[in-house]
C-alpha cells in the first residue's frame, strides 16, 4: 500500500508499506477513506519534537475489510471512525474514561503501527477503538465533520469541558486553528452565553463566528489580556481554553481567568511554565491534556450525523495522497487551516 512517510524534519513523502494483515484476534483493518494533517503534526514537521522515521498521522475515516475473530462490536463493510490513540476499553483506565491513556494502547502513525495517511491501517483492540457510523450514503460535508471526531473536534471539546464550561458561561479560547475553532463549536453546544475567540486571521475570526463567537480580539500578550479585562470589568472569563501549547497562549491564558476559575489546555506544550503563583493565590485551576476521543465520539456523533454542527469546515485545504508535502507546507505557513487528504472511495 501507499502511505505517507516522515523521513526527517520538512520532509513528508509518499512510500510503499506491506498491506496491513490482522495479526491479533482483536485487530481490524480499515481501508481509509479520509485522513488530515494534525497541527500536533506539524511540531514533527518543523523538527520541534522527536518522530520516529515511517509512518505518520493518526487522523482517519474508512471501512472496515478484515476482522479478526474475537471482534464483536464492528463488521466488514462498516463505516467507522477511528480516535486518535487505540484503546482495549477494558482497562482500569479505559473502564474510568480515560481511553488516552490506556493501559495497553498506543497512537497510530508512530512505534511501527500504521499511520492514518495511508490506504490502509491495521487497528489494535478493534472493538474498544473502532465507532461504527449509523447510515449510508453521507455527504462530502458529512464525511469531513465525520473525520473531526477522530481528534480535532473531540481535543476541542475535551479543551471546553475541561475548562468547565457551561451554560451562561463567559468563555475565552486561545488559539485560532483547528482546535480552537472546535472549541468555539463546543462551548456554543454547552450553553456559553459569551465566547470570546483570540485571533489575528479575518478568515478565521469570519468562520469563528459562524462556529459561534460572539467578539473577537485580534490582540496578542498584554494587550489581548487588557482587551478581555476591560471586556469583562475586570474580572476575567469563566473558562479560559488554551489550545496552542506555547508559554505565551498559556500565560495569556491564565491571566484572562477569572479568580476561581480553571484554565481548560490542550495545545501540546513547547515552552510552557504553569504559573504556580497564579494557580496558588487566585486559585485557578488547570486541567486538559490529550483527549479521551474514543469517550467523546458517540455523544458528538448524532450532532454530526444530524447537522447540528458542523466542525468539518475547518477543512480548508484538500488533496490526495500524492499532494502530502504541499498538505503539510500549507498548514506550516498558515495558508490553510487543516488539510484533508481524499485516499479512498466511501463505498458505503
Known amino acids: 500500500m501507499r502511505a505517507a512517510a516522515f523521513l526527517g524534519p520538512h520532509h513528508i513523502e509518499v512510500a510503499d508499506r506491506p498491506d496491513p494483515t490482522v495479526a491479533a484476534p482483536t485487530d481490524a483493518v480499515v481501508r481509509v477513506v479520509l485522513g488530515c494533517v494534525c497541527g500536533s503534526d506539524l511540531w514533527y514537521y518543523r523538527g520541534e519534537s522527536p518522530h520516529a522515521l515511517g509512518p505518520i498521522g493518526h487522523e482517519f475515516i474508512g471501512v472496515v475489510e478484515q476482522v479478526g475473530p474475537e471482534v464483536r462490536g464492528i463488521g466488514t463493510g462498516d463505516l467507522v471512525i477511528a480516535p486518535l490513540t487505540y484503546s482495549d476499553g477494558t482497562c482500569v483506565h479505559c473502564q474510568a474514561g480515560w481511553t488516552s491513556n490506556c493501559a495497553n494502547g498506543g497512537s497510530f502513525g508512530n512505534h511501527g503501527i500504521d499511520g492514518g495517511q495511508g490506504e490502509s491501517v491495521r487497528v489494535p483492540f478493534a472493538d474498544g477503538t473502532l465507532v461504527r457510523v449509523p447510515g449510508s450514503g453521507h455527504s462530502d460535508e458529512t464525511m469531513g ?122 495545545g501540546a506544550p513547547h515552552g510552557v511554565e504553569v504559573p504556580i503563583d497564579t494557580v496558588i493565590f487566585r486559585n485557578i485551576g488547570l486541567r486538559g491534556g490529550v483527549a479521551p476521543v474514543r469517550r467523546y465520539i458517540p455523544e458528538l456523533l ?21 499532494g502530502i508535502g504541499e498538505a503539510y507546507a500549507a498548514m506550516d505557513e498558515r495558508r490553510a487551516i487543516k488539510s484533508l487528504l481524499r485516499i479512498g472511495a466511501k463505498e458505503v
Do not use: W, Y
Open 302 to 322: 448524532d450532532d454530526v450525523v444530524e447537522g447540528r454542527i458542523n466542525p468539518g469546515r475547518v477543512f480548508d485545504f484538500e488533496t490526495d495522497l500524492d
Open 145 to 266: 465533520s465525520l473525520l473531526t471526531l477522530s481528534d480535532v473536534m473531540c481535543t476541542g471539546h475535551h479543551a471546553a469541558m475541561s475548562a468547565g464550561v457551561k451554560p451562561g458561561s463567559v468563555v475565552a479560547v486561545v488559539g485560532d486553528g483547528a482546535v480552537g475553532l472546535c472549541a468555539i463549536i463546543a462551548a456554543c453546544r454547552l450553553g456559553a452565553a459569551r465566547i470570546i475567540a483570540l485571533s489575528r486571521n479575518p478568515a478565521r475570526q469570519q468562520l469563528a463566528r459562524s462556529f459561534g463567537a460572539t467578539d473577537i480580539v485580534a490582540e496578542r500578550g498584554e494587550a489581548a489580556i487588557e482587551a478581555i479585562k476591560e471586556m469583562t470589568d475586570g474580572i476575567g472569563v469563566d473558562a479560559a481554553v488554551e489550545c496552542v501549547g506555547t508559554g505565551e497562549s498559556m500565560a495569556t491564558a491564565f491571566a484572562i481567568a477569572r479568580i476561581g476559575s480553571i484554565v481548560g489546555a490542550v
